[in-house]
């Protein structure tokens, strides 16, 4: 079997996190640069099932700027087989729809069986990418999973509803996303690390993949303004002076909040 696990380098949850007025995306040097944890999670359920059935092989894939190699190869210091990078400079600012036409080129010229994805990044938290790609691959999908079984033929998960929980299934080749209710990831060990640097990590353009994109209609959404955050304003101080009540009445009244 091939599973394919999507993963992304994101801005670290941790630091800062600014928008570029200039351009309205986001400012990446803001702060140190990690692969995103939820993709993470997702290549250990990958990793996981690799670990007790034998040929199974498991592919890392990013669409991503030439300087975040360093975060897909811990995918690879983490087990994966080999990895995919999909770089180019036409990609900057790509929205969901370009990212989905993108990468869904990149898995049929890679091949699959299963695709694994987290079920939204912590950066963009779009949230609809791998039904996306799923429609484009005209596959099945199976989305927000907090459990999942693989199988030969099918894969098989549960998701949270307002009414409980739904038991989910679908014959592969399929597109799952997974939520942060599955196991932490591994970490590299120095092993891993030290064979990662020998694994194969494939470089594609989008003229590998075949996809012509001008960059003036290409998104199908567009920003149209981007202002930085206002400072916290100080809140309102009511002192008692024996008319607190009142007063609590009043503000919440004038701001619409009783």
Do not use: W
């Not at 209710?181 to 494939?202: Q, S, T």
């Amino acid at each position: 079997m091939k599973i394919v696990v999507l993963v992304k380098e994101v801005p670290d949850t941790y630091g800062d996190r600014r928008l570029d007025l200039e351009t309205g995306l986001a400012d990446r040097g803001a702060s140190e640069r990690v692969l995103d944890e939820i993709g993470e999670r997702a290549l250990e359920v990958a990793l996981s099932y690799a670990d007790t059935h034998d040929g199974t092989e498991v592919v890392v894939m990013s669409m991503a700027p030439e300087a975040a190699a360093a975060s897909v190869r811990k995918g690879l210091a983490m087990g994966a087989g080999s990895a995919v990078q999909i770089v180019d400079d036409a990609l900057a600012g790509a929205d969901l729809g370009v990212t989905a036409r993108v990468l869904c080129a990149a898995l049929q010229r890679t091949g699959f069986d299963l695709v694994i994805a987290g079920n939204l990044s912590t950066d963009g938290s779009g949230g609809v990418l791998p039904a996306m790609l799923a429609e484009h691959l005209r596959v099945p999908h199976a989305t927000a999973l907090a459990e999942i079984g693989i199988s030969e033929g099918t894969v098989t998960g549960t998701r949270a509803t307002d009414a409980g929980t739904a038991v989910v299934s679908a014959p592969l080749p399929a597109v799952v996303s997974i939520t942060e209710a599955l196991p932490d990831a591994r970490f590299p060990n120095f092993k891993g690390i030290m064979a990662a640097k020998k694994k194969p990590f494939e470089i594609l353009s989008l003229a590998d993949l075949g996809v012509e994109i001008d960059p003036a209609t290409a998104p199908q959404s567009i920003l149209t303004a981007v202002n930085e955050k206002p400072a916290r304003a100080a809140g309102v101080k009511i002192v008692d002076e024996g008319d607190a009540g009142e007063k609590l009445a009043a503000f919440l009244l004038e701001n619409r909040l009783a």
